[in-house]
């Protein structure tokens, strides 16, 4: 049973600069959920994807977006960056309907923004 | 909306010592509740979790019951190990919201440090 994994795991970009990140969903699970680590701080929602759609987004403005795949994979992007955006974002997929059971986490990909 | 208040860290146990780590929370629907742990440079991992009011999640010898009169679920372990030295988040999740989200709301976490 292979994990969720996230790429890459650091990254340094320009503000002003786009941005896209990647998550493997372990298998069998067939939801994604993104979250943004500030440093010190506990994980915020962005959103969540499910059968390719957006199934549910937290407090983030427009320029967060994403996509997921057919194989359930998820890609996070983000346009115009901004140094506030510099966190740990991290992936989490599950079962639909099932994240009160468990949901899975990636390592994270750091994000820098100078 | 939804929120979860954790104690402040770092907390500084010796070995063997009891741990309690104070979460609380609001929602407003019948949310279920977690506790995740991150060890340094890892991601999030569930450690325990309760569904209903007066449920005991226990893992690993951590456990926390969900208190709905006092919107409490508060971590205990009765003999902690150097190992066990990580953040720890409390977490809902809130389907009756109305949001249409599954998404976790997190506390800011507590650190927890355990000395020889």
């Known amino acids: 049973e292979t994990g969720v994994t996230q790429s890459p795991t650091h990254l340094i970009k320009t503000r002003g600069q786009q941005v896209t990140l990647r998550c493997s969903s372990q298998s069998g699970h067939n939801t994604v959920s993104w979250y943004q680590q500030a440093l010190g701080q506990g994980p915020q929602f962005i959103f969540q994807?499910?059968?390719?759609?957006?199934?549910g987004r937290g407090n983030f403005p427009p320029r967060f977006s994403g996509l997921q795949f057919p194989n359930y994979s998820s890609e996070l992007n983000v346009n115009a960056l901004e140094l506030d955006d510099s966190a740990l974002y991290l992936c989490a997929s599950s079962l639909r309907g099932q994240l009160q059971t468990e949901a899975f986490f990636g390592q994270g990909t750091r994000l820098t923004v100078v | 909306g939804d929120s979860v208040t954790q104690m402040e860290g770092p907390v500084t146990l010796s070995e063997e010592a009891f741990l309690t780590i104070n979460c609380t929370y609001t929602?407003?629907?019948?949310?279920?509740l977690f506790w995740y742990v991150q060890y340094p440079g890892e991601g999030l991992q569930l450690l325990l979790k309760?569904?209903?009011?007066?449920d005991k999640g226990s893992n690993k010898g951590f456990e926390a019951t969900y208190r709905k009169e006092t919107t409490s679920f508060h971590l205990e372990k009765g003999s902690v190990q150097v190992s066990d030295s990580a953040v720890y988040f409390c977490a809902l999740s809130d389907l009756g919201s109305g949001g249409g989200a599954d998404g976790l709301t997190f506390g800011k976490g507590t650190h927890l440090i355990i000395q020889p």
């Open positions: 929602a407003t629907g019948y949310p279920s």
């Open positions: 309760a569904t209903k009011a007066d």
């Open positions: 994807y499910y059968r390719e759609e957006e199934n």
